[in-house]
């Protein structure tokens, strides 16, 4: 199924993500075609970008997406399993 956005990254960013958390944004894209997926707000503060971190379903693992909105590309910023609050939420939904 083609995804209905365009995505983009930072490639040192790409690297050190896969090598944290053993997800490639390439694969995290999926969780966008989930239809399940829970989206919410996690803009910081600090640097005034909005932020929004979306979790669902990726071949079968629940992932954890933290991106920015900007015009029509998601530039994602990081991709991991989702963790145990995440979980419960994308299941009670």
Same mark, same amino acid.
């Given at each position: 199924?083609? !995804?209905? !956005?365009? +995505?983009?990254? =930072? ?8 090598? &944290? =958390?053993?997800?490639? +944004? %390439? ?5 966008? !075609? ?15 970008? %909005?932020?929004? &971190?979306?979790?669902? !379903? ?5 992932l *954890?997406?933290? /991106? ?17 609050? %995440?979980?419960? *939420? /994308?299941?009670q *939904?």
């Amino acid at each position: 199924m083609a !995804l209905p !956005l365009d +995505f983009d990254w =930072h490639d040192g960013k790409a690297a050190s993500n896969q090598t &944290k =958390h053993g997800v490639s +944004f %390439e694969d995290a894209r999926q969780v966008f !075609l989930d239809p399940r997926r829970i989206d919410v707000d996690a803009s910081r503060a600090v640097d005034g970008e %909005e932020r929004r &971190k979306t979790t669902g !379903l990726m071949a079968g693992k629940l992932l *954890s997406v933290v /991106y920015a909105p900007r015009g029509n590309v998601v530039w994602i910023i990081s991709a991991r399993r989702a963790n145990p609050k %995440e979980i419960r *939420s /994308y299941v009670q *939904s």
